[in-house]
């Protein structure tokens, strides 16, 4: 009888104790997540999974995986000479706020771009999508013989915000750069080479000014949507994706 209680006391005993473990367990603090763990990849470094032309359901053969990179192959074009039409989404998701890094290089005089808050159903994703511009700015000048607007240079939110020249350094064609695009509905900051270049508030007085006085003001659903799709332009120029990933915000 008295091995019995014991036993009892015992058993009471370790599932006090259980519990007492469970609620300290329980009130921890929890620890946050590592922001690397965050961060989704939407270029893998081997395929091109995730990726398709622009209102539509495949992509061109001239978007491939080469060495590792994701790579527009084709030939260099002059401006004059500019067709497009190969412009690719990453469709698995649309993103609002978020962190975009990006590795890239151009050839001598190449163009392209990032683009962000992409819908469907137009033109391009020019028509209503925001910039960030990739473009050899000395070489594309020399080639085409022609001058460039430093709304136009690279790094700047194309037709809108020019970056700082006294940060920005941007390394010769057939090098590789690294470019950021940080949005909020607060703030918007593009960095280049870990150089902050140039930062605006979207919606704000200023930025309607500059849109509807500017090159967007006959784009009626330009900048309409804060939610879309992650977009690489085909400005007719080789280019070289190293690195392409998103941390939603």
């Given at each position: 009888m008295?091995?019995?209680?014991?036993?009892?006391?015992?058993l009471?005993?370790?599932?006090?104790?259980?519990?007492?473990t469970?609620?300290?367990e329980?009130?921890?603090?929890?620890?946050?997540?590592?922001?690397e763990?965050?961060?989704?990849?939407?270029?893998?470094?081997?395929?091109i999974?995730?990726?398709?032309?622009?209102?539509g359901?495949?992509?061109?053969?001239?978007?491939?995986?080469?060495?590792?990179?994701?790579?527009f192959?084709?030939?260099?074009?002059?401006?004059?000479?500019?067709s497009g039409?190969?412009?690719?989404?990453?469709?698995?998701?649309?993103f609002?706020n978020?962190e975009?890094?990006?590795?890239?290089?151009?050839?001598?005089g190449g163009?392209s771009?990032?683009?962000?808050?992409?819908?469907e159903?137009?033109?391009?994703p020019?028509?209503?999508?925001p910039?960030?511009?990739l473009?050899?700015?000395?070489g594309?000048?020399?080639?085409?013989n022609?001058?460039?607007e430093?709304w136009?240079?690279?790094?700047?939110?194309?037709a809108m915000?020019?970056?700082?020249?006294e940060?920005?350094?941007?390394?010769p064609?057939?090098?590789?750069?690294?470019?950021?695009?940080?949005?909020?509905?607060?703030?918007?900051?593009?960095?280049?080479?870990?150089e902050?270049?140039?930062?605006?508030?979207?919606y704000?007085e200023?930025?309607y000014q500059r849109k509807?006085?500017?090159?967007?003001?006959?784009?009626p659903?330009y900048?309409?949507f804060?939610?879309?799709?992650?977009?690489?332009?085909?400005?007719?120029?080789?280019?070289?994706?190293?690195?392409i990933?998103?941390?939603?915000l």
């Amino acid at each position: 009888m008295r091995t019995i209680k014991t036993n009892t006391r015992i058993l009471s005993i370790l599932t006090f104790l259980l519990g007492i473990t469970f609620l300290f367990e329980g009130c921890k603090e929890k620890k946050p997540s590592n922001a690397e763990n965050e961060w989704i990849n939407l270029f893998d470094g081997k395929t091109i999974d995730g990726w398709r032309v622009y209102n539509g359901d495949k992509i061109s053969k001239k978007w491939a995986v080469i060495d590792g990179n994701l790579t527009f192959d084709t030939k260099l074009k002059l401006e004059d000479e500019f067709s497009g039409g190969g412009d690719i989404i990453y469709y698995k998701e649309e993103f609002g706020n978020f962190e975009l890094y990006v590795e890239w290089k151009l050839p001598k005089g190449g163009n392209s771009g990032i683009l962000y808050h992409v819908k469907e159903g137009y033109n391009s994703p020019f028509d209503v999508s925001p910039e960030y511009q990739l473009l050899d700015d000395d070489g594309w000048e020399e080639i085409n013989n022609a001058k460039l607007e430093e709304w136009q240079k690279a790094g700047a939110d194309y037709a809108m915000y020019t970056p700082d020249n006294e940060k920005k350094k941007l390394n010769p064609a057939g090098e590789w750069n690294s470019s950021k695009i940080v949005y909020t509905e607060k703030k918007v900051e593009h960095w280049l080479n870990g150089e902050l270049i140039l930062s605006f508030v979207p919606y704000s007085e200023d930025w309607y000014q500059r849109k509807n006085s500017g090159k967007w003001k006959d784009y009626p659903n330009y900048k309409k949507f804060k939610k879309g799709y992650i977009a690489l332009q085909d400005h007719d120029s080789p280019i070289w994706f190293k690195t392409i990933k998103l941390r939603p915000l």
